[in-house]
């Protein structure tokens, strides 16, 4: 099967690294939005002690909320895509396990089910096999 060519670079390549901006640019700007809430609505002290009622130590609410943020900037700028989309998938994927499982499958439950973010967690997995893409800063030249 042969790859086209536009511009020097290969179609697929284009194709990735525009797969790659998308992702990193929503995925970014919604671990942004809810590490902001979790600082700025429920509070720092209201994080933690929200992560203390799952029976979670406080001090993991400050982490979470740290790695929303801080995470969801390095997402949107494209840098180290790999390594921070695979800590947003265990920060998922512990959500999904302490805040939701208990509410079943489907996230319209009440108190949400394990669905979505599950399904964000898979998404940061390809997510950090598409790396930073060409559009990032943390392209490789």
Not at 26 to 38: D, E, I, M, Q, R
Not at 49 to 68: C, I, K, N, R
Request: glycine content about 16%; aromatic content about 10%; overall charge positive.
């Amino acid at each position: 099967m042969s790859t086209l060519h536009h511009g020097g670079l290969a179609a697929s390549e284009n194709r990735a690294d525009l797969a790659a901006l998308l992702l990193r640019l929503l995925a970014g700007a919604w671990f942004l939005v809810h590490g902001l809430t979790k600082l700025l609505v429920f509070t720092p002290a209201g994080t933690a002690g929200y992560f203390q009622s799952l029976g979670l130590p406080g001090a993991l609410g400050y982490l979470t909320m740290v790695l929303e943020i801080a995470g969801g900037l390095a997402l949107i700028a494209g840098i180290a895509t790999r390594h921070v989309a695979l800590v947003l998938a265990a920060v998922l994927l512990g959500a999904a396990w302490f805040g939701h499982a208990a509410n079943g499958f489907g996230f319209g439950n009440p108190g949400g089910g394990w669905e979505y973010p599950v399904f964000w967690a898979v998404t940061m997995l390809a997510l950090s096999l598409l790396g930073d893409g060409a559009w990032s800063l943390g392209k490789r030249r």
